[in-house]
């Protein structure tokens, strides 16, 4: 049962626009959201993240959006940068337990010049 | 510097060999990880650790053990290979709300 869900497993975007990356999730425990990075050969790095008590957190170019009655994130990122194409994951935690993070299959995103 | 590191970086098995990862942080954090990556799957824990002593199971513990030797390390062991185990293994320690610091990884083949 797959709790964290990225429907789009690549996604490809011009340098400058816009890119923006979809999570659902299934868990109405989840209280708390990230979003990490990860470049080849390299472990995942964190990026940005929100509590269930907000519906936007805005980081620089990186802005992550919660729809709670969705159930449902997005991370935008603007403008897209050639350095921003990695595999990009979704996670969540629950408020109580062991403070485990669940996680979705990942996005691939790509910046075209 | 501060941080996850994972030994080895790469490792060739035969099926049937055992092996451990070792996993080693600097942080004093309480809590860590080992999560394995595969294609389409993203990050499945496989066990954890809150606390120094203490350790459970995750999403997917079958074929591997766990050894929190300290608050520092977080060992993962395979008895006995099985090519289902070929993965990217990755040990991580809890940063409070930032999530998880992350070591580089443990590429694992076995053939």
């Known amino acids: 049962d797959q709790q964290v869900k990225q429907n789009s497993p690549s996604l490809s975007v011009q340098e400058g626009r816009i890119s923006i990356l979809n999570c659902d999730y299934t868990n109405s425990m989840f209280d708390y959201f990230l979003w990490y990075k990860k470049y080849p050969a390299e472990g995942p790095t964190f990026l940005i993240s929100?509590?269930?008590?907000?519906d936007k957190n805005e980081d620089g170019r990186f802005t992550v959006f919660l729809n709670k009655s969705a159930k449902h994130l997005s991370l935008h990122i603007v403008p897209s940068q050639p350095g921003d194409s990695a595999v990009y994951f979704c996670?969540?935690?629950?408020?109580?337990?062991?403070?485990?993070?669940?996680f979705g299959q990942g996005t691939r995103l790509t910046i075209n010049p | 510097n501060a941080g996850v590191t994972q030994t080895p970086k790469f490792q060739v098995l035969k099926t049937g060999q055992s092996m451990t990862l070792q996993c080693a942080q600097d942080m004093n954090h309480n809590s860590m990880y080992w999560y394995r990556q595969d294609p389409g799957m993203g990050l499945r824990l496989i066990y954890y650790s809150a606390s120094e002593g203490t350790t459970d199971k995750g999403e997917v513990p079958n074929g591997y053990n766990v050894s929190r030797l300290n608050k520092r390390e977080f060992s993962l062991r395979l008895e006995s290979a099985a090519p289902s185990q070929t993965s990217v293994y990755f040990c991580?320690?809890?940063?409070?709300?930032?999530?998880?610091?992350f070591g580089s990884g443990t590429r694992l083949t076995v053939v």
């Open positions: 996670a969540a935690k629950a408020l109580q337990g062991a403070q485990k993070l669940v």
């Open positions: 991580a320690s809890l940063r409070a709300n930032y999530g998880y610091t």
């Open positions: 929100i509590s269930s008590i907000k």
